[in-house]
DNA sequence: CGAGATGTAGACCGGTCGGTCTACTGTCGT
DNA sequence: ACGACAGTAGACCGACCGGTCTACATCTCG
């Protein structure tokens, strides 16, 4: 959700030195099933990440395990984001979690957004045992946890359920960004947003 | 989103005779797009429908015409289901979008339901052009002018980004409906509806 | 050195994809 | 009765699907 990945190069490494066909395959799968859907054909990953046939197997056992593990890291980054934008944005909660709503928001803006990578995910697959459904939903469990401790920071009489709530404030922001990018979503989701975090200092 | 079809059986017909191919084709595609997603196979397709290969081709020209069709015949039922469902409510502008959201909050808590078909579209066919995106488009413009009727009834100073408000919810309550289901998201919806509608009589 | 591990390159498998085509059948209107 | 027509049945097409396999190159480490 957080960023767009082009490739190895711009990633944080201190070498330029070409990582391994795992990393490479990674790597192509967050962007080809982005772009493309998690439909995309086996031979389009290996051809993007200039990966011989043989390794994907080796390393994943075939192409539900290297988009589970795709999904695995791309939650485990993007949690990590969350994370770091909420401490970006200081100590008080309510002002932690409007950051990542206008975060997300300026995301959903973006004339490349096209869409949840998860939740297409989820409804792209339509074999309900597919590993990836797992991956998404511990990433949702891991979102809530984060919103409901800010809650609870603030002192939210229920802190669960506003974490439910602004849980699908995101999913419909990003729905909108996806689907109706010319309504301004972000604007209309930030109002939102506000009320259910409740007025506070920094608002 | 409004209802789920089985075959063409239990729709209003006055006769139970069998609907020709092309209705069956249609139908067909309602259910199993729904189940199984935008990717199922044209064999799957014409097996379920009872159909010829031939009269696929010949009534739409291809699968992509087929799917577009079935799109633009699914949303005129959805919007006119909206309107049905506000009309049943009565009068009052606020009872009326309220009557909107408790409908599919039922519907999104369903133990069958697995998202917004209309979303899943869009995110499936990775394909800018094809035709079904113009059907989803028209038909989000459709809900959102019938949001925005109400808005305007009620006085709203700003009908048409209340109405993005409510579509942003909506949106994310079929999405937590169908990846989150147990966090009972018909509940937390209507509250945050309740104060994009703003309180009235009937709440 | 030489063995083992790891990688590439690509042939190959059966199956399925969307789409075209021929041959036949039932039905309806004249 | 008969032709036109809409339908079925299914062979067939090239392309691609995910997956297995062999042959060879490269590298590291004992």
Redesign the interface.
């Known amino acids: 959700m957080f960023y767009r990945v082009k490739g190895w190069h711009n990633r944080g490494m201190t070498t330029s030195a070409k990582p391994g066909p795992r990393e490479r395959l990674l790597l192509a799968a967050q962007e080809l099933t982005y772009?493309?859907?998690v439909?995309v054909g086996v031979d389009a990953l290996l051809k993007a990440a200039g990966v011989a046939r043989r390794s994907l197997y080796e390393h994943f056992g075939g192409k539900d395990g290297l988009i589970a593990e795709m999904l695995r890291r791309s939650t485990a980054e993007d949690v990590e984001q969350y994370r770091r934008t909420m401490d970006e944005a200081g100590d008080e909660p309510r002002a932690r979690l409007l950051a990542v709503v206008d975060r997300l928001g300026r995301i959903a803006c973006d004339p490349h957004f096209?869409?949840c990578r998860y939740?297409?995910a989820?409804?792209?697959l339509?074999d309900p045992a597919h590993p990836g459904h797992e991956v998404?939903?511990a990433y949702?469990r891991a979102v809530?946890r984060l919103f409901t401790d800010e809650f609870t920071a603030l002192g939210h009489e229920r802190p669960e359920?506003a974490a439910?709530?602004l849980?699908?404030?995101?999913?419909?922001?990003l729905?909108?960004g996806?689907?109706?990018p010319e309504?301004?979503?972000a604007?209309?989701?930030r109002?939102?947003a506000v009320?259910?975090i409740g007025s506070g200092p920094r608002d």
């Open positions: 772009t493309q859907g439909g096209h869409g939740l297409a989820d409804l792209a339509a998404t939903r949702r809530h359920f439910d709530q849980l699908i404030l995101v999913d419909g922001l729905a909108a996806a689907t109706r309504s301004r979503p604007a209309a989701s109002e939102l009320h259910i």
